[in-house]
């Protein structure tokens, strides 16, 4: 086998430059085996590898927000591309020989990331004139957020954002009553919490317990200059605050980091329907136990039997249908149990506009206003998560 991969590596450096490569290899009975690997035969072989290399591409320029034309220069980099079929790849990727232009080619491809390297490290040592002007921005390689509700990613700072990065998100709670926000932070480009690289656990605890989407809870990422990530979250009405460091890249290569956002390619459209249909779910949920509490509640007397009878038909539906995994009729069955319940939201939300301006402050009938509207009706909650 090492014979088989050592002749496999000098054809594949003849055929750079030769239009034929010789094999003759001998084998472990005392045969040879002989045999002629013509260029043309060598690049469909390595057409599905090419194809691979395509795709960062496209996306690294989808990713910077520019096209082919705006790219002035590409270096090549690594001994691959000398092959003659990965120059032509680069010259069509990014229009090259139709401007008059050629890739990089007279940096040695196998040293030219240490001479990079050597480079930067120049710039920080502020070693020399030739480097004063110049500026490398480093970029996060992987997404960066925190699992939601139902599993699901929630992305709070982007991959090939520039370090150091900051970037704030809000969200609450989905249980009435609940004193405990367990974070999970994640690294990725999956929909799924559980498809991506888990960083670090913590807890937000001691919060005043109150209704299902009340709380507001900030939670802040921050990428130092080193790479650090800082994680806090905070509950804004009472003021408790946690926090965790951690090192997002610590243990993963070049090339894992590649794979990752490679699988996020292959399974979008797969992760995409799962994240869809976790959402429709929760949504099904918050207004399942909403509805489920509003019988006590003395607007639910001022609804005719027909209207009764209309929002317990859509509750029944809905709490059936959610239980599969049609996604489409989950969302048909939350928008007519919303529609159904329009009119309790507005009796709901008269009873609290009186109660709140009778003899209150504003402070107070704010907050009872909000809960009010966070209650019967099937949009509020999500859209407020």
């Known amino acids: 086998m090492q014979a088989l991969r050592k002749a496999a590596i000098e054809a594949k450096i003849k055929l750079s430059t030769e239009p034929i490569a010789h094999f003759d290899i001998e084998l472990p009975n005392g045969d040879r085996y002989q045999r002629e690997i013509p260029r043309g ?203 965790i460091e951690v090192k997002p890249t610590y243990g993963l290569t070049d090339e894992q980091v590649e794979t990752m956002i490679l699988d996020s390619f292959d399974h979008a459209e797969e992760d995409f329907a799962k994240r869809l249909l976790i959402e429709a779910r929760n949504e099904a949920e918050s207004i399942l136990s909403k509805v489920g509490g509003v019988r006590t509640n003395p607007a639910w007397g001022q609804l005719t039997g027909e209207e009764q009878s209309a929002i317990q038909a859509a509750v029944t539906h809905l709490a059936s249908v959610n239980q599969g995994d049609d996604m489409s009729a989950i969302r048909e069955a939350t928008l007519a149990l919303d529609k159904a319940t329009g009119r309790l939201a507005e009796l709901m939300m008269d009873a609290a506009v009186s109660t709140a301006l009778r003899g209150k402050t504003m402070t107070a009938a704010g907050e009872q206003l909000e809960e009010a509207v966070t209650a019967p009706h099937a949009m509020a909650p999500a859209e407020f998560k």
């Open 41 to 243: 035969v060598f690049e469909l072989l390595i057409e599905p590898v090419l194809a691979r290399t395509a795709a960062p591409c496209k996306q690294a320029l989808t990713d910077a927000g520019i096209t082919a034309d705006q790219v002035d220069e590409v270096v090549l980099v690594g001994g691959s591309t000398r092959i003659p079929a990965v120059r032509s790849l680069v010259d069509d990727l990014f229009r090259l020989a139709a401007r008059g232009k050629k890739p990089h080619t007279e940096l040695n491809p196998d040293e030219v990331v240490a001479l990079g390297a050597a480079v930067q490290a120049d710039i920080l040592a502020g070693a020399s004139k030739s480097t004063e002007e110049m500026l490398l921005l480093d970029v996060t390689p992987l997404s960066l957020g925190i699992e939601a509700l139902g599993g699901t990613v929630a992305r709070i700072i982007q991959r090939n954002s520039t370090i150091p990065a900051s970037a704030t998100e809000h969200f609450t709670t989905g249980v009435d009553g609940q004193t405990n926000v367990a974070i999970h932070v994640v690294q990725g480009e999956r929909e799924l919490a559980a498809d991506c690289r888990s960083l670090a656990r913590f807890d937000l605890k001691g919060i005043p317990p109150m209704t299902a989407g009340l709380p507001r809870i900030e939670v802040r990422f921050l990428i130092d200059a080193d790479g650090i990530l800082q994680v806090s979250a905070r509950e804004q009405r009472s003021g408790l605050a946690a926090e």
